[in-house]
């Protein structure tokens, strides 16, 4: 598929990343080219191939239900860009 | 006495019969760094008084008797700066993580503590380990010991830098498409790959969660074998760990080779892009093998070709999805939006992301965001799960054959910095030879094979089958042994 | 039931929380009411680096909720990342299960709300494991300040359970979440309360009306924000004819409109629009690489089965073949719970007659619970002590209010006997001469009744039992009568 602006817009909007014109324009080219490139994939016939998700065939690794110590109050709110000493700070959630 | 040309297990003995302390060994590096970094930009961050407080602490307690099992007590080395550790910045070479201090440890540094290791700092990588030239960065600027214009490698470029500028006897780095082998390779040093989950990857910051591995660099087999000695093993806050046990690695390295079956990789040695040096080197590292009285064989590996495009699916995908996290939110950068915009939390994260990011970051969340969305799902990242599993069926079959995989690690040696960086596709071919085993979780190592004629390292690669680290250690020790290469610092440093 | 000209349409998908000790990933707590992020560890805060690893407990928890549900169990289950930005949202992702849920299609069968007899069944498409996410919390007030964050509630395991649109009512809806929290809690698969966010509903909601011969469907919405029982079946009662007065005006059918999402407002009794998390919601639903599928044995389902108990169906079928009570009176008892159940076996199984047991424990025990606060583990009688209380009503040793006073008494002093209690209230069976003698005492006292009563009326016998009881409240009032009767009959 040849790749759009329009495309390249929808996917900055999923993946919350802000582009200029130009930037879009040189992104939109670039990614265009590596669909390219990875669209050579066509060619292999996967018919019936089990997808691989993890690299080897293991499975089942569980843990007991046993509390862990975690962080501290302090540690856990050490590295937020701010905080009331309690919780987390963003802008506010709802907009009206 | 030149600490830089010494195994590190011998510094470790000297250090064991306090023909040396861990402090003298640090001060040492610590002064090469401080001395030799400038012109290298291996660090990113060098925390000299932590080191020294380690190295008095470790060599304390050797005096009382401790870490007497541990054969690299009391050595320093140089970790990636992607592994976390309690309270020092980890920064992913990012402007996103420049002020994060994690509060653990990574199960892999944890290790290497716990046996005596010494920490001399954080080296450099690409951004977010994304990237074969440590170009990316957004912190530092590497260059090649061997040639200040060209790239060290990468990600791990820092690591393998640091190592040839004889700024440290051992380095840890981390490798997800080549990013350990690669820059070794370019610096002329050794670089392990181990089997995707013999090293936790417990506080390893994530790029592609099913292909990273944690791996070491080094000068000497035997530091290498040492050294995945320490990390390896089942880690219970690593789900994808195997719990298996780990051999001793330093005692499989004097096997000879007779008999040994080697697999020569026709669809890479044969391959138009391949420089003729690094062909060369192949050829060179065959005879010595065959002196050595191993069998090789051609084998093929059909589904190569498509390696380099199911990887740049597959690792991007989940790139996209390891990189939500960084939202301004808990941790990282945090810039707010326009005033007046609609959603200021929206806003917040947008702008926090997009002036934290670098754009080749950006480009691989753009390019795994695309290929997991609604309507491209099947046809991209579905599909590059499937030749996934035919490439990992290649080495397969492969293995029913021969005992290890012989081809190149790049097409050629180390390229000229800002050389790719404007191609990101001609970037990513560079990883042709690489990304194969990250897609089959098999281990690789990068071995020196020389020089070329302009004096820049050359290297091959040999693979093995799951967990048969030992094979490949023992092989690169043979050749070792055998002189097929020799351990060397960059000359500039070496001197 | 009064005819409506639609029919109603409502699948459910009820949140679960899980009753484990640690979250689904990691080792932190899951008890409610901690002070904010004091219940986070790297894994749940999702810093960079740190890896889930899964709990066992949710697991078998899931499979046991999946066997008492009928549901197929996966023999292989896996995690997927449901990607989403969202600040209590802390990796930018939720783990869950797309694809490969660990329980797929079951059902679960209920009382009939308007006719207890009956069962109506409900399909499950499927329940999955996921994690929980954090809190939000908005000043109302200042609209322009900061949201503030806790992430003690991230993690936490949930288990989501789906229904197929099989539900006719809000009554049936309320019947339906009311027979899955008895199940769940008799299970001990989760304490469901709904105050602390243990038990969640969203109800999708859509009309089918008859037009020309053919059925017509509205759009679905989706209900959110249901914190009470009470709350699902009002909201529901309300959307539905909210959904037809739309339909009158608009004649917008499911094909025209896209599914909405609306949130319930409690005080107001209204449905609100709500606006959706991602204007196009695209998940991205992808394998989470970080854990690896699960496999889940025979040994496991096994185990599960066993540690499941008796179930709710099971146990009023029991009451009601076994011990003869009515569907009514079986549903009210295994309502109460496991524990007044077999508090009601064992009662039973002393001696006393179910029926009896059935009346008592309805009142007079689950009243004194309800007064005193206590829990059927708390309640002071064993089950020997009041089997021997209503054993001596069944014998006609007491009477029924005799029998209350002793209950009384009782549990206030529950080291007695029951002959303790009776001498420490004065109870003593009276004898034949004795009771004779008060009854032709009372027929000399009261001759008009005796007149009466040999003209046929027997009104007035009640207040001789009454006035038998001011002289001795032993009197048994069915031997009053009759012996007053007998004299009477007899002319004295």
Known sequence: ?96 | MKLEVLPAVTLASMIAARELTSREATEYFLSRIRRLDTNVGAFISVDEEAALRRADEVDARLVAGEFSNSPLAGVPIAIKDILCMTGSATTCASRMLEDFRPPYTATAVQKLLDAGMVPLGKTNLDEFAMGGSTESSALRRTCNPWDPERTPGGSSGGAAAALSAGLTPLAIGTDTGGSVRQPAAFCGTLGLKPTYGRVSRYGLIAFASSLDQVGPLAHHVQDLAACLNLIAGHDRLDSTSLDVPVPDYASELAQPLAGLRVGLIREQIDNDSIDAAIRDATLRCQQTLSGLGAELIDVHLPHTQYSVPTYYLIAPSEASGNLERYDGVHYGKRSYGDAGSPSPLEAMIARSRSEGFGPEVKRRIMLGTFALSAGYYDAYYKKALQVRRLIANDYQQAFTQVDVLLGPVTPTPAFKLGEKSGDPVQMYLEDLFTVGANLAGIPGLSVPAGCNAQGLPLAVQFQAPALAEAKLLNVAHQLQQAEFFKPALAPSFAH | MSEKPYKIVIGLEVHVQLATTTKLFCGCSTEFGAPPNTQVCPVCLGLPGALPVMNSRAVELAIRTGLALDCKIADVTKWDRKNYFYPDLPKGYQISQFDQPICGEGHLDFPNPDSPSEKLRVRLIRAHLEEDAGKSMHDEAAAKADSRIDLNRTGTPLLEIVSYPDINSPAAAKAYLTELRLLLTYMGVSDCNMQEGSLRADANVNLHLEQNGQTIATPIVEVKNLNSFRAVERALVYESQRQYDQWLKTQQTINDAPKQTRGWDDAAGVTVPQREKEDSADYRYFPDPDLIPLHVTTDQLDQQRQQMGELPAALREQLENVHGLKPYDADVIVSQGRGVVEFFQAVVAAGASAKRVSSWIQQDVLRTLNERGWTMAEFPLNPQQLSGLLQSIDASQIDNSRGRDVFQYWIDHPTMDLDQVKSALGIESIDQSAMEALCQELLAEHPKIVAQVLEGNQKGLGSLIGAAKAKNPNADHKLVRELCLQLIQKGL
């Open chain 1, 1 to 96: 598929m040849k790749l759009t602006t329009d495309d390249v817009k929808k996917v900055a909007e999923l993946a919350k990343l802000e582009f200029t014109a130009q930037e879009l324009e040189r992104f939109t080219d670039q990614l265009g080219r590596i669909v390219e490139l990875v669209e050579q994939l066509g060619e292999v016939d996967t018919t019936g191939v089990e997808p691989m998700a993890h690299p080897l065939d293991v499975h089942t690794a569980l843990r007991d239900d046993q509390l862990r110590t975690g962080l501290t109050h302090q540690a856990a709110l050490a590295n937020s860009p701010k905080h009331d000493g309690e919780f987390f700070l963003v802008p506010p959630v709802l907009t009206r």
